[in-house]
């Protein structure tokens, strides 16, 4: 126990600082935190097995998993706050456009990348891993791009349709994976399944959307019981550890397996909270405040779980740079081309795929699962290539793209311990 505090009061202390350096290198908090945990991380000061200066193994990573995966539900909940009935009139059918054209024409030009090189060299990679990869380039970070618009306090309409966008890829990537890796599995095995392809990811998402929903109307109908908005930020934070730890029930109806998408159901109880709550502005302020340390651990921790022994496989690295750069241009002509047909604004069109470049969490348990074909690891070792690269530059590019559209200007504060509001967190 008190090498797991000594341990999360160190990435919190040096987190912190190496926010001041990243501030100086007009870096986003962010990408300071990320460098932490690899500083801190067990391939430099973890690797000299000092108990408490740092984590000494990737294990010892994955047992914060916790502290991640709360992180990643408040992450969730503040996103769900973007989808307010107005807002969602004015921008949700472009948002749900743009959302789903360009994760499949992600998933489609990576996958034409991919499976050319499987013919050139069947070595290099399989068919299955060729059409896995593929989906998993469709899912894009919450969590990084969260953290930039909070620090520099972006506002405008790039940065709400952006929000909007990355909580639907959650629901976009899940079925486009689900599809994929149901016809990899198919091709190892000379069998498909609908089961598994179709219909236990549209559960999935159901399930989802109904627990998010009910979560929601529940945590409203208690808040009324409640007049201090210590005791309502009590209650708002208690939902989100309950839906959290909901989202990882599984269960079997037949042959149908059941699970949640623990992203989905925060943000459902978010979009939900946030229309029938009067009082949500308020409480969504004072929850970024609780939440802020919360923040910077889960990045750290990030950092550190970032595996730079696939720096070593040459095949990794030509595999993770056709990965990265086929991805890439996938999620910045899909946005454009998408934004385009809805008729959004040149600076929609021109910065929004940028935006859309980090890729962390959900991507990795993606490739988790994918692990499982024969040639797995190889889907995994280039996913972690290329979180390693997007997680580290991603969040530089999306406070550029934000900048030169003009929704962060030069006076915002590059400080997020001092906690900024969003158009719709505004104190009484």
């Given at each position: 126990?008190?090498?797991?505090l000594?341990?999360?009061?160190?990435?919190?202390f040096?987190?912190?600082?190496?926010?001041?350096?990243?501030?100086?290198?007009?870096?986003?908090?962010?990408?300071?935190?990320?460098?932490?945990?690899?500083?801190?991380?067990?391939?430099?000061?973890?690797?000299?097995?000092?108990?408490?200066?740092?984590?000494?193994?990737?294990?010892?990573v994955?047992?914060?998993?916790?502290?991640?995966?709360m992180?990643?539900g408040?992450?969730?909940?503040?996103?769900?706050?973007?989808?307010?009935?107005?807002?969602?009139?004015?921008?949700?059918?472009?948002?749900?456009?743009?959302?789903i054209?360009?994760?499949?024409?992600?998933?489609?030009?990576?996958d034409?990348?991919?499976?050319?090189?499987?013919?050139?060299?069947?070595a290099?990679?399989?068919?299955?891993s060729?059409?896995?990869?593929?989906?998993?380039?469709?899912?894009?970070a919450?969590?990084?791009?969260?953290?930039?618009?909070?620090?520099?306090?972006?506002d405008?309409?790039?940065?709400?349709?952006?929000?909007?966008?990355?909580?639907?890829?959650?629901?976009?990537?899940l079925?486009v994976?689900?599809?994929?890796y149901?016809?990899?599995?198919?091709?190892?095995?000379?069998?498909?399944?609908l089961?598994?392809?179709?219909?236990e990811?549209?559960?999935?998402?159901?399930?989802?959307?109904?627990?998010?929903?009910a979560a929601?109307?529940?945590?409203?109908?208690?808040?009324?019981?409640?007049?201090?908005?210590?005791?309502?930020m009590?209650?708002?934070?208690?939902?989100?550890?309950l839906?959290?730890?909901?989202?990882g029930?599984?269960?079997?109806?037949?042959p149908?397996h059941?699970?949640?998408?623990?992203?989905?159901?925060?943000m459902?109880?978010?979009?939900?909270?946030?229309?029938?709550c009067s009082?949500?502005?308020?409480?969504m302020?004072?929850?970024?405040?609780?939440?802020?340390?919360?923040?910077?651990?889960?990045?750290?921790?990030?950092?550190?779980e970032?595996?730079?022994?696939?720096?070593?496989?040459?095949?990794?690295?030509?595999?993770?740079?056709?990965?990265?750069?086929?991805?890439?241009?996938g999620?910045?002509?899909g946005?454009?081309?998408?934004?385009?047909?809805?008729?959004?604004?040149?600076?929609?069109?021109?910065?929004?795929?940028?935006?859309?470049?980090?890729?962390?969490?959900v991507?990795?348990?993606?490739?988790?699962?994918?692990?499982?074909l024969?040639?797995?690891?190889?889907?995994?070792?280039?996913?972690?290539?290329?979180?390693?690269?997007?997680?580290?530059?991603?969040?530089?590019?999306?406070k550029?793209?934000?900048?030169?559209?003009?929704?962060?200007?030069?006076?915002?504060?590059?400080?997020?311990?001092q906690?900024p509001?969003?158009?719709?967190?505004k104190?009484?």
């Amino acid at each position: 126990m008190q090498e797991t505090l000594i341990c999360m009061s160190l990435a919190l202390f040096v987190g912190l600082m190496m926010n001041r350096v990243a501030k100086l290198a007009h870096l986003p908090a962010v990408t300071g935190y990320l460098v932490t945990g690899l500083l801190l991380g067990p391939f430099c000061v973890g690797r000299l097995g000092i108990s408490g200066l740092g984590f000494c193994s990737l294990q010892q990573v994955e047992s914060y998993a916790i502290i991640s995966d709360m992180a990643l539900g408040f992450i969730a909940f503040t996103i769900g706050n973007e989808f307010r009935i107005h807002d969602l009139r004015a921008m949700g059918r472009q948002a749900v456009t743009v959302g789903i054209v360009q994760a499949v024409f992600t998933t489609l030009l990576v996958d034409l990348v991919l499976v050319g090189m499987h013919f050139l060299s069947p070595a290099m990679i399989s068919l299955p891993s060729a059409v896995t990869l593929g989906a998993i380039a469709a899912a894009t970070a919450p969590a990084a791009t969260l953290m930039v618009v909070r620090q520099y306090k972006a506002d405008g309409p790039l940065t709400r349709l952006l929000l909007m966008v990355v909580a639907i890829d959650d629901a976009v990537g899940l079925i486009v994976f689900s599809i994929s890796y149901g016809v990899a599995t198919a091709l190892e095995s000379g069998s498909i399944s609908l089961l598994t392809v179709v219909v236990e990811p549209l559960v999935e998402i159901v399930l989802s959307v109904l627990l998010g929903l009910a979560a929601g109307l529940v945590l409203d109908w208690s808040e009324r019981y409640f007049h201090s908005r210590g005791n309502r930020m009590s209650m708002t934070i208690a939902f989100v550890l309950l839906t959290v730890g909901l989202s990882g029930v599984e269960f079997d109806v037949g042959p149908v397996h059941c699970g949640f998408s623990l992203l989905l159901v925060c943000m459902m109880t978010g979009t939900v909270f946030c229309n029938v709550c009067s009082a949500s502005d308020v409480l969504m302020e004072r929850l970024d405040r609780w939440t802020t340390p919360l923040s910077v651990l889960f990045f750290v921790l990030s950092g550190a779980e970032l595996d730079l022994n696939i720096l070593k496989n040459p095949l990794v690295l030509l595999v993770g740079a056709a990965y990265i750069f086929s991805r890439s241009l996938g999620k910045i002509s899909g946005a454009y081309l998408s934004s385009t047909a809805t008729g959004c604004s040149r600076d929609i069109r021109k910065y929004l795929g940028i935006t859309l470049l980090p890729q962390a969490g959900v991507a990795l348990g993606m490739a988790q699962t994918a692990a499982q074909l024969s040639d797995g690891q190889i889907v995994r070792n280039v996913v972690l290539f290329s979180v390693l690269v997007y997680e580290l530059v991603g969040p530089a590019l999306t406070k550029m793209a934000l900048t030169r559209a003009g929704e962060i200007r030069p006076d915002q504060t590059e400080d997020p311990s001092q906690v900024p509001t969003l158009a719709w967190q505004k104190p009484e």
